[in-house]
């Protein structure tokens, strides 16, 4: 069942000469994790702004097309019950603590407290996130003391105990290390594992490659290369589309190129570790 479904989406902002989406078409399913890769400025956080009704309820702009969330056309939808139907998570871990609460805990019942949930019910829900996301140690901290990995974890957990099905995430790591970005793709997989759909932009392929379902690959406001994952990564001319290639994927070309090609082009260190030890036993095997 798809649950968002774009169909020939034109959208160009206020006073832009340029449209910033073109003649987009595509469907999400549920229960599925979406990679969306391209160079700067191509349009993928202006899709995210689509999906989540920003287009066309806060920026004006000509909209033309059909955008629908679970089968109703954002012009249609309240904006408000959007924002609480689709989970948003954006890049600056700073930026999304509310800045009015004195504990994490607290800060994570913050959307609930807003919507008038029973008390009770708030505490609880609260408490099953912050478990399963192993915040625990961070609960009585005031949120505005956290480090970046921290606060993202923390945004993530204010985004996760809404119970949104849907889940828009643009670039959520390009700020934090490599430890707090393995901690941040354990939540994002653990959320597909729970059957969320999940539109994730990510600059970071090798691990949009471990991760997603299928890639969606925007250049100047349209998809120039979508589907599913391995079959997307395997295709060289992404490089000539703005977007990079896991290197794994790199080195799958650079065998081919060498006369020595793998069975096919590797997009996980698991496919390529699975396929180089093949060859190796082969190897040995003729010797
Ligand atoms: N509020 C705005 N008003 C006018 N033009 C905008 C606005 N926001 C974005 N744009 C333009 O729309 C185009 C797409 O921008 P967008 O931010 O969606 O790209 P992006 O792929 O997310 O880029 P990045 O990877 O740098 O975040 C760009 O040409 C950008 O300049």
Redesign the pocket.
């Known amino acids: 069942m798809n649950v968002i479904k774009l169909q020939n989406v034109s959208y160009k902002?206020?006073?832009?000469e340029?449209f910033?989406?073109k003649e987009i078409s595509y469907e999400f399913q549920q229960g599925k994790l979406y990679g969306i890769i391209?160079?700067?400025?191509?349009?993928?956080?202006?899709?995210?702004?689509l999906v989540r009704g920003l287009i066309p309820h806060f920026?004006q702009?000509e909209l033309s097309g059909e955008v629908l969330v679970n089968g109703k056309d954002v012009r249609d939808w309240e904006s408000h019950v959007l924002a609480t139907t689709i989970g948003f998570i954006f890049q600056n871990p700073f930026s999304q603590i509310s800045g009015v609460k004195e504990t994490v805990f607290e800060e994570i019942a913050l959307g609930l407290e807003n919507l008038g949930v029973d008390k009770e019910e708030m505490i609880e829900r609260t408490i099953k996130v912050v478990k399963l996301l192993g915040l625990e140690e961070l609960i009585k901290r005031n949120p505005n003391n956290l480090s970046g990995g921290q606060r993202q974890r923390v945004a993530f957990a204010s985004i996760i105990v809404m119970n949104s099905d849907i889940l828009v995430i643009?670039?959520p790591t390009s700020q934090l290390d490599p430890e707090s970005t393995a901690e941040v793709f354990a939540i994002i997989h653990a959320l597909k594992e729970q059957g969320k759909t999940i539109m994730l932009?990510e600059?970071k392929v090798d691990l949009v490659a471990e991760f997603a379902d299928e890639v969606l690959v925007?250049e100047e406001?349209r998809i120039v290369i979508a589907g599913p994952t391995a079959e997307v990564f395997a295709k060289e001319e992404l490089l000539q589309k703005g977007a990079s290639l896991p290197p794994v994927a790199l080195l799958g070309h650079e065998l081919a190129r060498a006369g020595q090609p793998l069975d096919e082009i590797p997009v996980t260190i698991a496919s390529a570790k699975e396929q180089i030890a093949g060859r190796m036993r082969w190897t040995n095997g003729g010797n």
Do not use: F, M, R
């Open positions: 902002y206020p006073l832009s340029e910033a989406l391209g160079a700067n400025g191509g349009g993928k956080t202006t899709l995210c702004n920026y702009g643009d670039e932009v600059h925007i406001g």
